[in-house]
């Protein structure tokens, strides 16, 4: 699907900038032009150490042949399509933009992220998708973001522009304040803690329960259940589900704002201040601080490489005293409940291992309850 994109919007061997095009292990490719190649590796956020080090040193190195062949670059030359040219520059009002992509993450929702920039100035982002489910997800976080400025949000994109080419593609459009000198923080802090009983304070709304967000999507998944792919106990997410559930239901609760999916990747510092993106899963009324267990638990997953044995020596120790067992069971049956049923069941990668140790996580706090 972001091939077809690429192919459309993108010409190959057309124009005169150089850009190299690499990927890692996972299938993840990145086309990213050498002029001013420090700024366009921002759109690159590894988390592992051999990509740390690329990040780094790419940008010092390519133009060494022997760098490029080691890391199996592809040296081309890529021209964006007219009518995105123009678009771009109507938005950001200036000329001579400069492009760098990410093709996205291999699932259901693949989508190709493009990073806008001018003489090492970062102007915004745009995400580009001809699938019209993906779309819908484009139109909702455009929405958002309006309310959650309009709440007093700033630490969020605007969005810029949100609509359809001539030749079918969407495009979601947002500012950034990213800079060369914001810091990926990897570690939970205090800027995190003041961003979320922000937004909560922001957005918070008193309801039943039955009328939450949080209830429609854990209990879609009872119309799915054949969705649950091998990786997960069937069995024990239904009885977790009922149980989650059983604590709010006929309840009124204070629920509000999730971002859904909050972890490092998706946010970084700039002056002091936490500041983050990609808002299309977020849900208008979630149990409050929901988004914290998922920075925890994906950042163990994919930075720190624990496994389930892991964390649960590590909500043992006094690091792990912040958790509690109820509210991180509730977030377990959300997040499998979500990508359960936004993947249909056909899970790979990044997400196979995500359901596999959600799962895991998920027997465990129901044997001890």
């Known amino acids: 699907m972001t091939e077809d994109i690429l192919q459309r919007l993108f010409h190959p061997g057309v124009g005169k900038e ?14 990213m032009p050498a002029k001013h190649l420090r700024t366009a590796m921002e759109l690159y956020q590894p988390s592992g150490k051999k990509g740390k080090l690329l990040k780094r040193w790419l ?16 040296q ?5 399509d007219d009518e995105l040219q123009r678009l771009l520059e109507r938005v950001f009002h200036t000329s001579g933009l400069e492009l760098a992509l990410f093709c996205g993450t291999p699932c259901v929702h693949q989508k190709m992220t493009m990073q806008i920039s001018k003489g090492g100035h970062i102007l915004g982002y745009c ?19 309006n309310t959650l400025h309009q709440k007093g949000m700033t630490n969020v994109p605007a969005c810029l522009f949100c609509g359809q080419m001539m030749d079918g593609t969407w495009l979601f459009v947002q500012s950034t304040a990213k800079t060369c000198a914001s810091r990926v923080v990897h570690d939970w802090g205090m ?48 009885k977790a589900m009922n149980d989650v559930c059983r604590r709010w239901t006929g309840k009124e609760v204070d629920f509000s ?5 909050f972890t490092p990747w998706n946010m970084f510092v700039e002056k002091g201040e936490l500041f983050v993106f990609d808002w299309e899963y977020a849900q208008q009324t979630y149990p409050p601080m929901m988004d914290q267990y998922h920075f925890f638990t994906q950042s163990a997953l ?39 049923i936004r993947e249909k069941g056909h899970v790979e990668g990044d ?9 895991d996580l998920l027997v465990f706090l129901t044997s001890e309850s």
Not at 224 to 235: F, N, R, S, Y
Not at 315 to 340: C, H, N, P, Q
Not at 351 to 359: D, G
């Open 18 to 31: 150089p850009y190299y095009r690499f990927q890692n292990a996972d299938g993840k490719v990145w086309i």
């Open 59 to 74: 940008p010092l190195l390519h133009k060494l042949s022997i760098v490029r062949k080691l890391i199996r670059a592809e």
């Open 76 to 80: 081309n030359t890529y021209r964006p």
């Open 127 to 145: 995400k580009m998708t001809d699938c019209d489910e993906i779309a819908t997800l484009f139109d909702r976080e455009g929405r958002l973001l």
């Open 191 to 238: 800027e995190h803690d003041r961003f979320l009983k922000k937004l909560q304070a922001a957005t918070v709304q008193h309801l039943k329960f039955e009328e939450s967000d949080y209830y429609h999507t854990t209990r879609a998944l009872e119309k799915h259940l054949q969705w649950i792919p091998a990786e997960v106990d069937g069995d024990v997410v239904r």
């Open 257 to 261: 704002v999730c971002h859904a999916d």
């Open 302 to 340: 994919f930075e720190r490489h624990w496994n389930t044995e892991d964390i649960r020596k590590y909500m043992a120790s006094d690091a792990g005293g912040w958790m509690d067992t109820a509210d991180y069971k509730a977030y377990l049956i959300e997040v499998l409940a979500r990508f359960t």
């Open 351 to 359: 997400m196979a291992r995500s359901m596999k140790l959600w799962s």
